[in-house]
């Protein structure tokens, strides 16, 4: 199946740890994103990279550390867990050609719960 | 600041009963305008882009359209299979940062 895929569907820590969320695509897209949607259902970008380079990086804790090692794979890695950090994060990817626009397509997302 | 802003946030519909939603925005320079549909425990799915003022697009029951200001998806005789929430969001940069209104949840009752 053509799709963006998220492991693990759902993580459950505790305060303090370090965890890891990984994403890959296989849709042939160029752009890669780590959204978080909160208790309140809100959307919010949190990073994008183009072709492994770091394009978006909102204001986020500098706990929180993408990586992309091929277009195809971005992570999400994320020290120090706060009670504030659960919440469901969303990968997504798109294709980004010359400033032209294109939709996103989104994974299944990851349910954080830090206890 | 750019802003989005979705109405109602709750909707309630009996199968056959068309309504639309509201998607209001602020933002400098609109690149695009997407709606996306979200179930509950799942990642959203994309619906519609919008570009420009007087754009509209169709999928099965649903339309979306779009003005300088704002933008409605109508749904026509919705049915059960409808029920989620529905998402609206902006881009005005060149690298996909979408700006997301805090959805509509839309529950329609056979």
């Known amino acids: 199946d053509t799709a963006v895929s998220q492991t693990p569907k759902y993580l459950v820590t505790q305060m303090g740890n370090d965890k890891s969320i990984k994403c890959e695509q296989n849709?042939?897209?160029?752009?890669m994103y780590w959204y978080k949607q909160d208790s309140k259902k809100f959307l919010k970008i949190m990073f994008s990279?183009?072709?492994?380079?770091?394009?978006i990086n909102e204001t986020v804790p500098n706990r929180f550390s993408p990586k992309s090692p091929d277009k195809a794979h971005l992570n999400l890695h994320i020290n120090s867990l706060e009670l504030g950090d659960s919440a469901v994060y969303f990968c997504?990817?798109?294709?980004?050609?010359?400033?032209?626009?294109?939709?996103?397509?989104f994974g299944p997302g990851t349910r954080l719960t830090v206890l | 600041e750019d802003q989005v802003t979705q109405s109602p946030e709750a909707l309630r519909l009996q199968e056959g009963e068309s309504s639309s939603l509201n998607c209001s925005y602020t933002?400098?320079?609109?690149?695009?305008l997407f709606w996306y549909r979200q179930d509950p425990g799942k990642g959203p799915e994309f619906l519609f882009t919008?570009?420009?003022a007087g754009e509209e697009k169709e999928k099965e029951r649903l339309k979306a359209t779009l003005t300088k200001k704002e933008s409605f998806l109508h749904i026509t005789a919705p049915k059960p299979e409808d029920s989620a929430t529905y998402l609206c969001?902006?881009?005005?940069?060149?690298?996909?940062?979408?700006?997301f209104g805090a959805g509509t949840q839309v529950v329609v009752t056979p």
């Open positions: 997504a990817s798109s294709t980004n050609f010359r400033g032209s626009t294109y939709e996103q397509f």
């Open positions: 849709l042939g897209h160029d752009t």
């Open positions: 990279y183009n072709n492994k380079e770091l394009i």
């Open positions: 933002v400098s320079g609109l690149r695009g």
């Open positions: 919008l570009y420009s």
């Open positions: 969001a902006v881009q005005a940069d060149s690298w996909g940062k979408l700006q």
